[in-house]
RNA sequence: GCCGCUUUAGCUCAGUCGGUAGAGCACAUCAUUCGUAAUGAUGGGGUCACAGGUUCGAAUCCUGUAAGCGGCACCA
């Protein structure tokens, strides 16, 4: 008989169990309450908590505390992951035949992948599996955990025809426990655990299955597709129904029904995945390139413009034309056929192709003429209208498109100028995101497996980048600080700006790549003091990513509610009565004079109509004027957000607008 | 590219069992001159994504193509 264990619980109590107790145990000894309540234990034996089902016995004395629904990240994990059992048995009752292979929990809910016998899934089945994964929660399975050996579970998985999850158990690590999970004496499913004490700890109306996809075996496209049905899980509806709300408020703020709202893009078929810009979208990208040309201006740039096709072999030495040419649109450098019959290209011409990005030319230009170490560093700029031919389903409105345009700059510099440039663009970006009102956090992407370049050079570009980050003072938690081992690019690590928005999604758009690659590749050399040729360093970067994706996250992040300064129309002046057009006309061309993007709308509307209208499209401000207003000179401000109108003296009107139409960047401190 | 779904008026959508299309908004005209989120009436507007097929007859059923949507994979 072995010794009773010592249990110390968060209190600081300790009580003594006999050999073989679990959680549950104490939980019982401690209370009917807790023993109903408890869900799972985190269990200490001195190497750090560990959560564990409530039926795993002590494996000697231990801290121990019970986990409630009120502890809520661990009780989420547990429901989400029991979730996606409770999934994969109602499928398997409902869809014999059906294999089951993997089913996490996500941020939101849980998955579970199937390799179905007849079809794959769609939504019009998900009712149904809903109703009886509410049927195996009300009947509360108890859940039990039981160790098997390996040979013997492999064999019972193909026994029943399960080749997936044979398949995973004989490549799992050699020394690690292989445990199945019982739900209830009827089914079971290989899983590390833990798992809840039985089906009927989950709240049936806190979970709702959201969709179904497809999705490859372990993730690799060359296996075979699965059918993967998503759901969103909770610890109740209450819940459930807050998460609910919030999709909708997100699907609200989606660029692309703003987009077509406010009148500012549209896409279609004969360019899909290109952007036809209407004059109101156009007007937030100008003022956005107007923003970015002052940016760069003051911080020592050059911009440059460069061309938009070019031969082919320049992209086989750059390196791109092995690596990236299935994503390339490629042109044959000849004249079409212009018969009737015959093809329209001989197929003989050399190819040609449009850049996919900018570098190579950036190069091209900073090789004419030699140059000198006093040249350096040399910033060359480019708002560089790209082209890449990515796979259809990867389109989606602004954010990935085939045809778009980046903030583009490439800073030759010498090896002793690296740690300073990229501190320098560090405060750069800063800048601009505050401006922006965007929270960040900054990334180091480490080198990937599959790369160019001596393992000593990465080293090196490594650490200057790392370097450069602590220089700037943000190599810390508040800057969301962090390194992404394998992330980088081919040629180069990178920083990353990840900026968060309005409702707390993240969007990485900055960049920051330390390259020594392409310099060498296409032969970019400077005469340094010694009189010798050296390889600048070249360092690409970008703040917004490209305008078209970071118009689409500003579209989110305000919800179409863009600030004055970038906001399309940033007044409309709204008559009552048209006795007071004629005043209308004279404030719209006071507004103009002050630089305001002001509308007039005198159409014989009721007031109500017009207000309703303008906010709609998400005007910033109304001037509203009635008979009153046209007699004393004055307007009768309605601000978007703001609960009463102001009436005010036309001019001081005028001067409010102006200071909120002014950039942030233009603006007196 | 892969899996599933979708495609009807400018927009949002309805259209039953296969019998040549309908609403609201928008637009135009007229009336209304009104004080902060929809004034009323009248009118015009559609090769039902495209190409085939089945059928006496197709928006509807079948096949293919394209685009869109949700994911997967990809994202220099």
New binding site residues.
């Given amino acids: 008989m072995s010794a009773p264990v010592k249990i110390s619980l968060p209190d600081g109590s300790v009580r003594e169990m006999p050999a073989g107790s679990t959680p549950a145990d104490v939980a019982a000894a401690i209370g009917p309450g807790l023993a109903k309540a408890a869900l799972a234990a985190r269990v200490d034996y001195g190497a750090g908590s560990e959560l564990v089902d409530l039926s795993r016995p002590f494996a000697g004395d231990a801290q121990l505390a019970l986990v409630t629904s009120r502890d809520e990240a661990d009780a989420l994990e547990l429901a989400r992951h029991d979730f996606a059992h409770v999934l994969a048995e109602a499928v398997q009752a409902l869809f014999p035949g059906t294999q089951i292979t993997f089913g996490p929990s996500t941020d939101d809910g849980f998955y579970y992948d199937f390799d179905p016998d007849a079809?794959?899934f769609?939504?019009e089945d998900l009712p149904e599996i809903e109703a009886e994964m509410r049927r195996i929660i009300a009947a509360d399975k108890p859940i039990r955990r039981e160790v098997v050996g390996r040979d013997e579970l492999i064999a019972k998985w193909r026994s029943v025809g399960e080749a997936f999850k044979a398949e995973w158990a004989g490549e799992l690590p050699e020394d690690e426990e292989l445990t199945v999970y019982w739900s209830g004496e009827d089914w079971y499913d290989m899983c590390r655990g833990p798992h809840l004490p039985s089906t009927g700890k989950l709240d049936p109306a806190a979970f709702k299955l959201t969709?179904?996809?497809?999705?490859?075996w372990r993730?690799?496209?060359k296996n075979a597709?699965l059918?993967?049905i998503?759901g969103t899980g909770w610890l109740n509806k209450k819940q459930l129904d807050t998460h609910l709300h919030r999709l909708e408020e997100a699907a609200k703020r989606?660029h692309?029904k703003l987009g077509?709202e406010m009148d500012l893009f549209h896409?279609?078929?004969e360019a899909?995945?290109s952007v036809f810009w209407h004059p109101k979208g156009y007007l937030i990208w100008r003022a956005l390139e107007a923003y970015m040309r002052r940016a760069i201006d003051t911080a020592g740039y050059k911009e440059v413009k460069t061309p938009q096709v070019m031969d082919a072999r320049q992209w086989e030495q750059s390196g791109?034309w092995g690596?990236?040419r299935e994503?390339?649109f490629v042109i044959p450098d000849e004249v079409p056929n212009t018969e009737d019959d015959g093809p329209v290209i001989s197929g003989e011409a050399e190819w040609m192709a449009l850049k996919?990005?900018n570098?190579p030319a950036h190069v091209l230009i900073f090789r004419q003429g030699i140059k000198s170490y006093r040249d350096l560093p040399l910033r060359l700029y480019e708002n560089g209208c790209c082209h890449?031919?990515?796979?259809?389903?990867?389109?989606?409105?602004l954010m990935?498109v085939r045809q778009f345009t980046q903030d583009d700059a490439h800073i030759f510099c010498r090896e002793d100028q690296i740690v300073e440039e990229a501190r320098a663009f560090c405060a750069l970006a800063d800048r601009i995101y505050n401006d922006f009102g965007f929270t960040y956090a900054v990334k180091l992407a480490l080198r990937p497996d599959q790369r160019f370049g001596a393992d000593a050079d990465w080293d090196k570009a490594e650490a200057e980048l790392r370097e450069a980050v602590v220089r700037a003072g943000m190599a810390t938690d508040d800057y969301g600080w962090e390194e992404l081992p394998g992330e980088g690019?081919?040629?180069a690590p990178k920083l990353e700006w990840h900026l968060t928005d309005a409702i707390g999604r993240t969007w990485q758009v900055g960049t920051l790549?330390s390259d020594r690659v392409l310099p060498e590749r296409l032969d970019a050399s400077y005469i340094a003091e010694d009189g010798d040729k050296h390889r600048p360093v070249m360092l690409?970067r970008a703040i917004f990513g490209s305008y078209e994706r970071f118009i689409g996250i500003l579209i989110e992040h305000f919800a179409g509610k863009l600030p004055v300064w970038l906001a399309p129309v940033q007044a409309v002046v709204a008559t009552?009565?048209?006795?007071a057009d004629d005043y209308a006309r004279d404030v719209v061309r006071q507004l103009e004079a002050a630089g305001i993007r002001v509308e007039a709308d005198l159409r014989?509307?009721?007031?109500?109509?017009k207000?309703?209208e303008h906010?709609?499209k998400k005007v910033p401000h109304?001037l509203?004027?009635?008979?009153?207003?046209a007699e004393e000179g004055t307007v009768?401000l309605?601000s978007?957000g703001a609960e009463h109108?102001k009436?005010m003296p036309l001019a001081e009107a005028i001067a409010m607008l102006r200071a909120e139409a002014t950039p942030p960047d233009l603006r007196l401190p």
């Fill in positions: 079809r794959p769609t939504e969709r179904v996809s497809g999705a490859y993730g690799d496209q597709m059918s993967r998503y989606d692309r077509q896409l279609q078929s899909h995945g791109h690596k990236y994503n390339m996919p990005m570098c890449r031919n990515e796979p259809h389903g990867a389109l989606h409105g990935r690019a081919f040629y790549q690409h009552i009565v048209s006795d014989n509307e009721k007031i109500n109509y207000v309703r906010s709609l109304m509203v004027l009635g008979k009153r207003e009768a309605r978007m109108q009436v």
